[in-house]
Nanobody, 119 residues
Framework: QVQLAESGGGLVQPGASLRLSCTASGITFSNYFMSWYRQAPGKERELVAGITRFGENKNYTDSVKGRFTISRDNGKNTVFLQMTSLKPEDTAMYFC????????????WGQGTQVTVSS
């Protein structure tokens, strides 16, 4: 059974930092492209950041470039999202996603972790 378990969300003030973690089980983690998505109330889910199997390539949506950093530890089956200089518009449920490098039908989601940025 595949599970993606996110953690690290919370309520923070503008300008603060948070680090999200997503630990996978039931998959060969290094075979998967990993991403973080977010969904704010009333909005569509959007891709925040993605990282290739061994971390050699990363991509970010424009609104988080320079503030967020995605990384992974294949030995711990975990992907991270370091978020700095948080803004109220970063408030959303953040989801972890795993897609197999070669077989896209193997596509898994976590349950999400809430990030709220408010003064």
């Amino acid at each position: 059974q595949v599970q993606l378990a996110e953690s690290g969300g919370g309520l923070v003030q503008p300008g603060a930092s948070l680090r999200l973690s997503c630990t996978a089980s039931g998959i060969t983690f290094s075979n998967y492209f990993m991403s973080w998505y977010r969904q704010a109330p009333g909005k569509e889910r959007e891709l925040v950041a993605g990282i290739t199997r061994f971390g050699e390539n990363k991509n970010y949506t424009d609104s988080v470039k320079g503030r967020f950093t995605i990384s992974r530890d294949n030995g711990k089956n975990t992907v991270f999202l370091q978020m700095t200089s948080l803004k109220p518009e970063d408030t959303a449920m953040y989801f972890c996603n795993a897609v197999h490098q070669y077989y896209g039908q193997f596509n898994y989601w976590g349950q999400g972790t809430q990030v709220t940025v408010s003064s």
